[in-house]
């Protein structure tokens, strides 16, 4: 439902169904609403047929790289002699989304469940969930959670009285995006540095500590209950367009808009509709200009791309863009795109781990230059030397942060040149100046 | 301490001394590494002393079988720890596109105002406030979050500040 709005018409609410609702936080309350049913169901079939079931639902990772949930799983090996580990990604960072945050603060007990009946299906006897140091709420719910799982013997040497040892421990971050990275996050868990690590080996080769490690995102996790409870075909049914994109989805709506907030709807659904019904479209007297739809990671798109594009994995990438994490950042016409960038291109900056030279050297300069256009002090071919930047920014780093910056660079230079070029000529922001 | 340490270093008290031990021992038991307790243990450091100064540093190292370097490699990696004492009031603005377009810029400035910190970074004179810019806090839908302390704070607007800051003396 659209917390902090009352549920709109069109949503499919499934995993935001209880948020709002402070019972269902606690664990009583969530048994009343058909809590752990899932779990008790899951550790009663073979690790194999989990992973079976999850495979079959079509249920792809939430957190930005849509890889197939039950594939993931099933390249961990119970018995291999070896421990296993969860790792659940609640790093939440990317900026634009703001959904497991709700999940946590409102279905603890979800992502307990979800992340119990993953351990047991990959043969994991401890999982960390590790979530962002700021979210101070979240935090202190999940801990509490966690604790009331023990006492009722949900989690523990003899999860749920049927036998397998289920250990969850939540970790805190300490302020760090990068950690949101798989491989960082593990590192971070570790006691390291958040670098993330040159990949293969892969997490379910060599993870955290060494050993095969699984590494889902909050929201993936908390698909699985209902599809163990509803089925598979249920899970599969839910589709508007590209059978490849199965389910529900959580999508954050935020800037310039009137109704921001989480918006859960089956994939398929139209962009055009979720920006103008669910999230009220433009603020009074406004007209909306682009769309940033998942994550500040994502190539930003204009209004006539987003209002035909479906809201699918490949819907996204139709319209030149990706589904990435669902965080939907909105721009309308008060908005200075060169501004905008300039401050996204701050923000890597900031962030990168400063491991690979074209990350550390390139979010730098281009944060630089794109000051500089902002302030009125850019010429024309500071353009060209971000986009030279830009490409030796992509697919040349260990991980993708040094991409990640430069998609809105490239992309806004494309499609908001005149901007850009009207800072350039006018030696001024024309937004501001219209402002002052 | 060594032999060496100044008076000052001679006066630190250990964090890791009765319940705060026993809470890191609880830790240890989490993680098949001692290492892996170096995040949780400075987090209880600057929960028991508002900051993690070298002194610090150098007792969690001991206490992980770690180098002092080591620890402040990862100490200086994370944006949370503080490595200098702060205000009684730390304050973090998101100002990130989503908050910035929403006018995150404006609360940053009457924070500055009204805490008398003036500038970023700076703790104000009386030692109530320290205020700094944050990326990304992840609640974007709710412009402007402000974290006080342990605080998260929604739809912060510039004229809300004053009260807000009335709640933390």
């Known amino acids: ?436 | 301490m060594s032999a060496h340490g100044t008076d000052a270093a001679e006066a630190y008290k250990p964090v890791f001394a009765g319940a705060v031990s026993g809470e890191l021992d609880a830790l240890l038991a989490r993680y098949p590494t001692k290492m892996a307790a170096l995040l949780p243990a400075l987090w209880l450091v600057q929960r028991e002393r508002g900051w993690v100064s070298p002194e610090a540093m150098v007792e969690v190292a001991e206490r992980l079988g770690l180098t002092p370097a080591y620890v402040k490699g990862v100490v200086s990696f994370y944006t949370m720890y503080h490595t200098h004492p702060v205000g009684r009031h730390f304050i973090q603005v998101c100002t990130t596109s989503p908050c910035g377009a929403c006018g995150a810029e404006k609360v940053v400035e009457a924070m500055l105002k009204h805490t008398g910190c003036g500038d970023l970074g700076a703790t104000s004179p009386d030692g109530r406030f320290t205020v700094i810019e944050v990326e990304c806090l992840g609640a974007c839908g709710f412009a402007t979050p402000v974290m006080v302390n342990d605080d998260f704070v929604e739809s912060v607007t510039p004229d809300k500040v004053p009260q807000l800051l009335t709640q933390y003396k």
Request: hydrophobic share 35%.
């Open chain 1, 1 to 436: 439902m659209g917390y902090p709005h009352r549920s709109h018409p069109k949503e499919t609410p499934v995993l935001s169904k209880h948020f709002g609702d402070a019972q269902a936080r606690t664990l009583e309350g969530w048994k009343q609403r058909g809590g752990y049913r899932a779990l008790e169901q899951a550790l009663g079939m073979t690790p194999a047929d989990v992973v079976n079931v999850v495979k079959e639902s079509g249920l792809r990772g939430r957190g930005g790289a849509g890889f197939p949930t039950g594939l993931k799983w099933s390249f961990m090996k119970p018995g291999d002699g070896k421990p296993h580990y969860l790792c659940v990604n609640a790093d939440e960072s990317e900026p634009g989304t703001f959904k497991d945050r709700e999940i946590m603060r409102w279905t603890p007990h979800a992502l307990i469940e979800g992340a119990a009946i993953c351990a047991h299906a990959i043969g994991a006897e401890t999982t960390y969930i590790y979530i962002r140091g700021e979210f101070t709420e979240p935090l202190r719910i999940m801990e509490a959670a966690v604790k009331e799982a023990y006492a009722a013997g949900i989690l523990g040497a003899n999860a749920m009285g049927k036998g397998p040892r289920i250990d969850v421990f939540v970790h805190r971050g300490a302020g760090a995006y990068i950690c949101g990275e798989e491989t960082a996050l593990m590192n971070s868990i570790e006691g390291k540095r958040g670098n993330p690590r040159i990949k293969p080996p892969f997490p379910a080769a060599a993870g955290v500590f060494g050993q095969p490690t699984t590494i889902n995102n909050v929201e993936t996790l908390c698909a699985v209950p209902h599809i163990l409870v509803n089925g598979a075909a249920w899970y599969k049914s839910l589709s508007l367009s590209s059978p490849k994109s199965t389910g529900t989805k959580l999508f954050s709506a935020c800037g310039t808009i009137a109704r921001p907030g989480n918006y859960e709807v089956t994939l398929g659904f139209p962009f055009k509709d979720f920006l103008y019904d669910l999230c009220g479209g433009p603020l009074p007297g406004r007209r909306l200009k682009a769309v940033i739809p998942g994550g500040s990671s994502v190539p930003i798109q204009t209004m006539e791309e987003a209002e035909s594009t479906l809201m699918d994995y490949e819907g996204f990438v139709a319209k030149g863009t990706m589904l990435g994490s669902g965080g939907v950042i909105v721009f309308d016409d008060s908005v200075c795109m060169v501004r905008m960038i300039a401050r996204l291109a701050r923000f890597y900056a900031h962030e990168s781990c400063a491991q690979c030279t074209q990350c550390r050297e390139g979010t730098a300069w281009t944060t630089r230059i794109l000051e500089r256009i902002e302030r009125g002090q850019g010429t024309m071919q500071d353009l060209d030397v971000l986009l030279e930047l830009s490409e030796n920014m992509t697919g040349k780093t260990i991980c993708v942060l040094s991409d990640s910056c430069a998609a809105p660079i490239v992309s806004g230079i494309a499609k908001f040149k005149s901007e850009f070029e009207a800072h350039i000529t006018g030696k001024k922001c024309p937004v501001s100046a219209a402002a002052a």
